[in-house]
């Protein structure tokens, strides 16, 4: 009996995540992406997140939020340096916020932006990997689960910053599970009336 | 008897595609399902004096025990939600402006993690 309940709670209700190649939405390509992504339903605790994620961005509508998406990834898993806008998205995404929720004794999996550079604090240590040894270059924020980054796709005149240039780096060890919550400029389904 | 039981529990799980249903209706068969399970359990602890054979079960009931929690935690913490979103303190700490960066410390809580990562599994395709 508690098999059967606990192989149910296993299932694994992940989808291979997508990349967007420009227009082309929904391409797989495990070479760039190869980690798998749910999307999260309606629920009461999402709720309190999204308007979380909001209200932290100076009130902004909760219309104008992507629905949230668990991103998993397991050993080698990765998500090679990419944009999260594209110039040309019609209504594009101003923000993104990356929470990890889980590290389970995961080596590796952090956030890197390869082209950030410039000095700062030791204190930052506790949350950015100093001693870096991937070659990648920039600061890799480390997964710490609970914590998020945000940060602004958009010079304020609404083109695309190139210095938010990132990846998920690939997990050596375990498995890390992280939360993407994405901003719109404009409300982000307009047909469904959300 | 219990293999009945586990499987009805199984099918609850999926109407879940139906997004006007109410979730919480679909987990009250999970809560006569932790009452049989804390049933069970007393038995077999009552048991255990009478027969050393009830303790090869001993693991699997710990496990039981572990899971029913988490089923009644999210149930209670999903209610709590509904009826107001908790003030979650945080700190964020601003890493760069130009991209501009913010880390945010303690975003989530562990709960919240949990309850996300739970979610993440019983959602259907």
């Given amino acids: ?194 | 008897m219990s293999t009945q039981k586990s499987s009805s529990t199984a099918a609850s799980l999926n109407p879940f595609q139906n997004s006007w249903f109410n979730p919480t209706i679909l987990l009250l068969p999970l809560l006569t399902f932790g009452y049989f399970q804390w049933q069970l359990g007393s038995i077999s602890e009552l048991s255990e004096f009478l027969s050393p054979l009830t303790k090869l079960g001993g693991n699997s009931s710990a496990l039981s025990k572990e899971l029913k929690d988490d089923v009644l935690n999210y149930e209670v913490m999903r209610q709590q939600y509904a009826a107001q979103c908790p003030e979650k303190a945080f700190k964020p700490h601003i890493f760069s402006t130009d991209p501009l960066i913010i880390y945010i410390e303690d975003y989530l809580s562990l709960d919240e993690t949990k309850y996300l990562l739970n979610l993440a599994l019983v959602i259907p395709l």
């Fill in chain 1, 1 to 194: 009996m508690h098999l059967l309940i606990i192989a149910n709670y296993s299932i694994p209700y992940y989808k291979p995540s997508p990349v967007s190649k420009g227009f082309e939405l929904k391409a797989y390509d495990k070479s760039i992406r190869s980690s798998e992504s749910a999307v999260l339903p309606y629920d009461a605790v999402v709720s309190c997140i999204e308007r979380r994620s909001v209200d932290f961005q100076g009130y902004q509508p909760i219309s104008h939020l992507e629905d949230i998406q668990v991103v998993k990834y397991g050993i080698s898993d990765q998500f090679r340096p990419h944009f999260d806008w594209f110039s040309g998205m019609a209504n594009p995404r101003i923000s993104t916020i990356f929470a990890y929720l889980e590290c389970d004794n995961c080596v590796g999996g952090a956030t890197q932006f390869p082209d950030i550079t410039g000095r700062f604090s030791a204190k930052w240590c506790t949350f950015i990997d100093c001693e870096d040894d991937t070659g990648a270059g920039g600061v890799a924020f480390k997964p710490v689960v609970g914590n998020a980054i945000f940060w602004s796709n958009l010079y304020p005149n609404g083109t695309g910053h190139p210095g938010v240039w990132h990846a998920g780096m690939p997990v050596k060890k375990g498995t890390k599970v992280g939360l993407n919550i994405f901003t719109r400029r404009d409300v982000a389904y307009p047909d469904e009336g959300k």
